[in-house]
């Protein structure tokens, strides 16, 4: 979930001229005459070690922001964007789109680059992808390092979709949101499905897509601040370095609920429809995954000796922590190489103590 579920900073796309974030390719997708079209990049050294990094989501897609862990001149980041979303075509599809759909898709492009193997980072729902890549194709996998593991709970799915009164409260936007208080979550989904993947999309529905916008930034801001009183008790220097993030994010949540009642319909929310209806299609499905094909994943990469890394933030109020401490632990058991880290921060993977874990993980020479 982005909250990714993504939760990678987004950033604006420099100018397309920029050689370290070059236009889009698109890869025609299976089965032959399908519309979909994948849109992917290659970042970095073109014989350096190669990276196939997955963002999260559903419905979101790779930003420029996304390559601060890697080292570029020694690393070669592929970054696709998954079906329907992002550069993809057709935007916001969700005919033929499900997560068998995204493993097969990753296995053509690496084929088409002509790769033996490669290392996968991803985030969040992104981690989800990679798990069912390793279930389908772990010869291919170097190692993995996963970041705010998301296990596709109904606790999790609800904790954004399903705000309490007191959140609804303090975003000052009560009846604007189209499911009331007590909706159990399959009417929820039920009920927001309708609504983003209208045709003809209403003041209901770009409420609808604005509102979930809203959720995802006031979800974040929230892990942010769990953060960042943690930090001020103890490490002065982090606190301020979380406070900066944590203000810019505040920023945005305040720009978020000054456009729920804007009227028209924007570039903006554009995106937003395309990105949530993919989103919507998703959640409502539970990923296309079962729970234990997710465990099956994690067995498979410690069966093969996989080096896998779980990077999960402390204060992480989207994905909890628990998934990644308990998938750990899994893999552990089994035999598996596995490195557990907490750095402190939320699901972002831009806070600063997250960037920096993740930097130490993609960075790190296996033996």
Same mark, same amino acid.
């Given at each position: 979930m982005n909250s990714n579920i993504d939760a990678?900073?987004?950033?604006?796309?420099?100018?397309?001229?920029?050689?370290a974030w070059p236009r889009p390719q698109h890869l025609p997708l299976a089965p032959r005459g399908s519309l979909h079209r994948m849109a992917w990049r290659a970042v970095g050294a073109p014989e350096g070690e190669p990276w196939l990094l997955l963002h999260g989501g559903?419905?979101?897609?790779? &930003?420029? %922001?996304?390559?601060?862990?890697?080292? !570029?001149?020694?690393? @070669?980041?592929?970054?696709p964007d998954q079906r329907g979303c992002g550069a993809s075509l057709p935007k916001g599809r969700t005919a033929g789109n499900h997560t068998a759909a995204l493993v097969s898709d990753m296995e053509a492009l690496r084929e088409h680059l002509g790769l033996e193997r490669w290392s996968v980072l991803a985030g969040s729902w992104g981690t989800v992808v990679a798990l069912a890549y390793t279930l389908a194709h772990p010869q291919r996998v170097q190692r993995l390092v996963l970041r705010g593991a998301f296990a596709l709970s109904g606790r999790e799915i609800g904790g954004l979709l399903l705000p309490?009164?007191?959140?609804?409260?303090?975003?000052?936007?009560?009846?604007?949101?189209?499911?009331?208080?007590?909706?159990?979550?399959?009417?929820?989904?039920?009920?927001?499905?309708?609504?983003? &993947?209208? %045709?003809?999309?209403?003041?209901?529905? !770009?409420?609808?897509? @604005?509102?979930w916008g809203l959720l995802e930034t006031a979800s974040a801001a929230r892990s942010q601040r769990r953060s960042l009183l943690h930090a001020a008790l103890g490490k002065p220097r982090l606190a301020a370095s979380i406070r900066r993030e944590w203000a810019s994010l505040r920023k945005a949540e305040r720009r978020a609920i000054a456009r729920l009642k804007k009227p028209g319909k924007t570039r903006a929310d554009r995106n937003a429809l395309s990105k949530f209806r993919i989103q919507a299609h998703y959640l409502r499905h539970r990923g296309f995954m079962?729970?234990?094909?997710?465990?099956?994943?994690?067995?498979?990469?410690?069966?093969?000796?996989?080096?896998?890394d779980w990077v999960h933030g402390r204060f992480d109020a989207i994905c909890p922590p628990a998934n990644s401490r308990r998938w750990a632990a899994l893999g552990r058991a089994a035999g598996g190489a596995v490195v557990q880290v907490e750095p402190h921060s939320g699901h972002l993977g831009h806070e600063p103590d997250m960037l920096s874990a993740l930097r130490k993980s993609v960075r790190r020479t296996l033996a």
């Open positions: 990678t900073k987004t950033v604006p796309p420099p100018p397309m001229t920029n050689p559903p419905g979101s897609s790779c &930003q420029p %922001g996304m390559l601060r862990p890697f080292d !570029l001149s020694r690393q @070669r980041v592929v970054a309490s009164p007191r959140v609804r409260r303090s975003l000052g936007w009560g009846a604007l949101w189209p499911v009331v208080c007590g909706t159990v979550l399959p009417v929820a989904l039920q009920r927001l499905t309708q609504l983003i &993947q209208s %045709g003809t999309p209403g003041v209901a529905s !770009l409420r609808a897509a @604005r509102g079962r729970a234990a094909q997710l465990d099956r994943g994690v067995l498979q990469a410690a069966r093969r000796g996989l080096s896998v």
